[in-house]
Structure formats: C-alpha cells, structure tokens
C-alpha cells in the first residue's frame, strides 16, 4: 500500500510542478494546489498510514498503532493549503479584472514599467542606481 502512496505521490508532484511551470496563471495556482496535495500524502505515507487509529490499543501494543504526527501535521497542512488557494484565486481574479489576461507574460511586462504615481525623476534616479549597483555574490 505505502509504493502506491508513493507513487501516486510523485506523480502528483511531478504534475504540480509541471503546472507551476506554465504560462497560464490559472494553471499556475492549480499546480500550487496539486503540489500541497503531494506533499501532504507524501508526509501521510511516510508516517505509517495502515494499522489502527494512534488512540486506539485493543491489547496496549503500540507497534500496530498509526503515527499521530504525520496525520497532525497534515491537517494543519490542508487549512494552512486551502487558505493559500483561496488567496490565489483571489489575487487571480483581481489581476484579471485589471489586465484581462491571464499569461504571466503579458502581467510581468506590466509589473515591470514605473508605478503611475512615481515622478518621473524619482524613477530614472532609481533605475540609474540600479545600473550602477555592485552585482551581488
């Protein structure tokens, strides 16, 4: 049961990541969701899923007994994760309301021209030290 876990978790990562890759913003905060959800099993796989409940002993043996950890960490996971997406799709929805497009090319080329209310020696002034800044290590 743990190698279908396990594989069934790279597969999700690997497709996650793949998704994070993309040009589509809305793949993009798919494969964030995908992503967590990898992680997730992956920390449930890795914590001994099978067995009996952690709270649970018939005969006072431990060594049958699921991982409590694991499963505690991944609850926390899966709130910290859906409010995360949430997030994204929020910050989604307004970065089409205000672009109309959904390509992270066309929002990095708007992202990377001076805000509307910088006076316009403010912005060659910082764009000229900029340029003349030490290359950091």
Do not use: Y
Request: proline share 4%; charged share 15%; glycine share 10%.
């Amino acid at each position: 049961m743990e190698w279908i876990a396990a594989l069934t978790t790279g597969g999700m990562a690997g497709f996650g990541l793949w998704m994070l890759l993309d040009r589509n913003l809305k793949r993009v905060v798919l494969g964030v969701a995908v992503l967590g959800n990898a992680i997730n099993l992956g920390v449930i796989t890795a914590g001994r899923f099978g067995g009996q409940a952690a709270f649970v002993s018939a005969d006072g043996t431990t060594s049958e007994l699921a991982n409590p950890l694991p499963q505690a960490l991944v609850l926390t996971a899966i709130v910290i994760g859906f409010s995360l997406f949430i997030f994204a799709l929020a910050l989604l929805k307004r970065t089409r309301e205000l672009h109309g497009d959904n390509s992270t090319d066309s929002i990095s080329s708007v992202t990377e021209q001076p805000a509307p209310d910088w006076p316009t020696g403010e912005h060659e002034n910082a764009k000229i030290a900029s340029e003349h800044a030490e290359p950091r290590s």
